[in-house]
Protein backbone atom coordinates (compact mmCIF):
# COMPACT_ATOMS: atom_id res chain seq x y z
CA UNK A 1 0.00 0.00 0.00
CA UNK A 2 1.54 3.44 -0.87
CA UNK A 3 1.95 6.06 2.04
CA UNK A 4 -0.93 8.12 0.35
CA UNK A 5 -3.35 5.56 0.49
CA UNK A 6 -1.97 4.47 3.92
CA UNK A 7 -2.66 7.81 4.64
CA UNK A 8 -5.96 7.94 3.58
CA UNK A 9 -6.85 4.92 4.84
CA UNK A 10 -5.90 6.72 8.70
CA UNK A 11 -2.49 4.72 8.48
CA UNK A 12 0.55 6.02 10.14
CA UNK A 13 3.30 6.33 7.62
CA UNK A 14 6.55 4.95 9.50
CA UNK A 15 8.80 6.37 7.15
CA UNK A 16 7.07 10.57 7.56
CA UNK A 17 7.16 9.63 11.31
CA UNK A 18 10.72 8.89 11.03
CA UNK A 19 11.39 12.26 9.13
CA UNK A 20 10.51 13.84 12.59
CA UNK A 21 12.15 11.33 14.71
CA UNK A 22 15.17 12.51 17.38
CA UNK A 23 17.05 10.26 15.43
CA UNK A 24 16.59 12.35 12.29
CA UNK A 25 17.36 15.17 14.20
CA UNK A 26 20.39 13.82 16.27
CA UNK A 27 21.47 12.79 12.57
CA UNK A 28 20.97 16.64 11.24
CA UNK A 29 22.93 18.35 14.21
CA UNK A 30 25.61 16.22 14.11
CA UNK A 31 25.96 16.34 10.54
CA UNK A 32 25.72 19.70 10.37
CA UNK A 33 28.01 20.11 12.94
CA UNK A 34 30.63 17.64 11.24
CA UNK A 35 30.59 19.49 7.93
CA UNK A 36 31.11 22.84 10.26
CA UNK A 37 34.13 21.63 11.91
CA UNK A 38 35.54 20.14 8.86
CA UNK A 39 35.29 23.37 6.86
CA UNK A 40 37.00 25.22 9.78
CA UNK A 41 40.07 22.42 9.73
CA UNK A 42 40.70 22.98 6.32
CA UNK A 43 40.28 26.10 6.13
CA UNK A 44 42.77 26.67 9.23
CA UNK A 45 44.80 24.23 10.47
CA UNK A 46 44.23 21.71 8.07
CA UNK A 47 46.30 23.85 5.56
CA UNK A 48 49.00 24.53 7.88
CA UNK A 49 49.40 20.71 7.98
CA UNK A 50 49.59 20.75 4.57
CA UNK A 51 51.80 22.32 4.23
CA UNK A 52 54.28 20.63 6.40
CA UNK A 53 53.68 17.35 3.99
CA UNK A 54 55.86 15.49 2.10
CA UNK A 55 55.14 15.92 -1.72
CA UNK A 56 53.08 12.05 -1.96
CA UNK A 57 51.69 12.63 1.32
CA UNK A 58 50.63 16.15 0.30
CA UNK A 59 49.09 14.75 -3.20
CA UNK A 60 47.06 12.54 -0.94
CA UNK A 61 46.08 15.10 1.37
CA UNK A 62 44.81 17.08 -1.55
CA UNK A 63 42.75 14.11 -3.07
CA UNK A 64 41.24 13.01 0.17
CA UNK A 65 40.69 16.71 1.53
CA UNK A 66 38.14 17.05 -1.65
CA UNK A 67 36.72 13.46 -0.92
CA UNK A 68 35.83 14.52 1.97
CA UNK A 69 34.18 17.70 1.20
CA UNK A 70 32.55 15.91 -1.37
CA UNK A 71 30.83 13.02 1.06
CA UNK A 72 30.27 16.06 3.38
CA UNK A 73 28.09 18.06 0.60
CA UNK A 74 26.62 15.23 -0.58
CA UNK A 75 25.43 14.35 2.89
CA UNK A 76 24.58 17.68 4.30
CA UNK A 77 21.96 18.11 0.99
CA UNK A 78 20.07 14.79 1.60
CA UNK A 79 20.13 15.86 5.21
CA UNK A 80 18.45 19.21 4.41
CA UNK A 81 16.43 17.75 1.93
CA UNK A 82 15.02 15.50 4.87
CA UNK A 83 14.94 18.72 7.13
CA UNK A 84 12.22 20.39 4.19
CA UNK A 85 9.95 17.21 4.68
CA UNK A 86 10.15 17.34 8.95
CA UNK A 87 9.41 20.94 8.68
CA UNK A 88 6.37 20.57 5.83
CA UNK A 89 7.94 22.51 3.18
CA UNK A 90 7.60 18.99 0.97
CA UNK A 91 6.13 15.65 1.34
CA UNK A 92 8.30 12.37 1.69
CA UNK A 93 7.18 11.97 -1.88
CA UNK A 94 9.00 14.60 -3.25
CA UNK A 95 12.08 14.10 -1.37
CA UNK A 96 12.14 10.87 -2.98
CA UNK A 97 12.32 12.38 -6.33
CA UNK A 98 14.24 15.20 -5.24
CA UNK A 99 16.86 13.02 -3.87
CA UNK A 100 17.87 11.49 -6.78
CA UNK A 101 20.22 14.22 -7.23
CA UNK A 102 21.82 13.32 -4.22
CA UNK A 103 25.42 10.65 -4.45
CA UNK A 104 25.17 8.92 -0.84
CA UNK A 105 27.90 7.10 -2.36
CA UNK A 106 30.16 9.70 -3.33
CA UNK A 107 33.67 9.49 -2.30
CA UNK A 108 34.09 7.09 -0.96
CA UNK A 109 38.10 7.42 1.03
CA UNK A 110 40.78 5.83 -0.35
CA UNK A 111 42.97 3.11 1.04
CA UNK A 112 43.94 2.28 4.70
CA UNK A 113 48.07 2.76 3.55
CA UNK A 114 47.55 6.02 1.95
CA UNK A 115 44.83 7.30 5.22
CA UNK A 116 47.76 6.91 7.48
CA UNK A 117 50.01 9.34 5.71
CA UNK A 118 47.42 12.09 6.55
CA UNK A 119 47.75 14.32 9.88
CA UNK A 120 45.58 12.67 12.66
CA UNK A 121 42.84 15.22 12.77
CA UNK A 122 42.24 14.58 8.91
CA UNK A 123 42.32 10.89 9.49
CA UNK A 124 39.80 11.31 12.02
CA UNK A 125 37.30 13.91 10.06
CA UNK A 126 37.11 11.32 7.27
CA UNK A 127 36.12 8.26 9.78
CA UNK A 128 33.64 10.27 11.25
CA UNK A 129 32.24 11.37 7.44
CA UNK A 130 32.37 7.61 6.55
CA UNK A 131 29.97 6.75 9.77
CA UNK A 132 27.76 9.49 9.30
CA UNK A 133 27.74 8.73 5.64
CA UNK A 134 26.72 4.39 6.37
CA UNK A 135 24.10 6.27 9.25
CA UNK A 136 22.65 8.42 6.15
CA UNK A 137 22.42 5.15 3.90
CA UNK A 138 20.65 3.05 6.45
CA UNK A 139 18.17 5.71 7.28
CA UNK A 140 17.56 6.90 3.47
CA UNK A 141 16.96 2.83 2.77
CA UNK A 142 14.70 2.68 5.90
CA UNK A 143 12.49 6.01 4.77
CA UNK A 144 12.48 5.40 1.08
CA UNK A 145 11.66 1.38 1.32
CA UNK A 146 9.54 0.45 -1.90
CA UNK A 147 7.07 -2.36 0.63
CA UNK A 148 5.93 -5.28 -0.90
CA UNK A 149 2.46 -4.88 -1.83
CA UNK A 150 1.14 -8.49 -1.03
CA UNK A 151 2.58 -7.89 2.39
CA UNK A 152 0.88 -4.94 3.12
CA UNK A 153 -2.23 -6.10 1.83
CA UNK A 154 -2.23 -9.85 3.51
CA UNK A 155 -0.57 -8.08 6.98
CA UNK A 156 0.16 -4.23 7.47
CA UNK A 157 2.36 -5.74 10.41
CA UNK A 158 4.83 -7.12 8.13
CA UNK A 159 5.54 -3.26 5.99
CA UNK A 160 6.68 -2.04 9.30
CA UNK A 161 8.73 -5.08 9.94
CA UNK A 162 10.40 -4.67 6.85
CA UNK A 163 11.04 -1.17 7.56
CA UNK A 164 12.56 -1.58 11.04
CA UNK A 165 15.06 -4.55 9.38
CA UNK A 166 15.81 -2.36 7.07
CA UNK A 167 17.01 0.28 9.44
CA UNK A 168 19.07 -1.72 11.00
CA UNK A 169 20.75 -3.88 7.68
CA UNK A 170 24.32 -2.65 6.41
CA UNK A 171 24.57 -2.06 2.98
CA UNK A 172 28.50 -3.45 2.83
CA UNK A 173 29.98 -0.15 2.74
Known amino acids: MSDKRMMEAGAVSFSERLANSQLFATLFRDGM ?3 EETAT ?3 GAGRQESKKL ?3 AAMVYATESMRLTTRLMQLASWLLLHRAVKEGEMTLAQANKEKSKVRLAACDPGDAKSIALLPTKLQ ?3 ARSVRLQNDVRRLDATMHAQPPLKAAVDNPVERQWGLLKAAFEQDGC
Do not use: P, Q, S, T
Open 33 to 35: ALV
Open 124 to 126: ELI
Open 41 to 43: YLD
Open 54 to 56: ERG
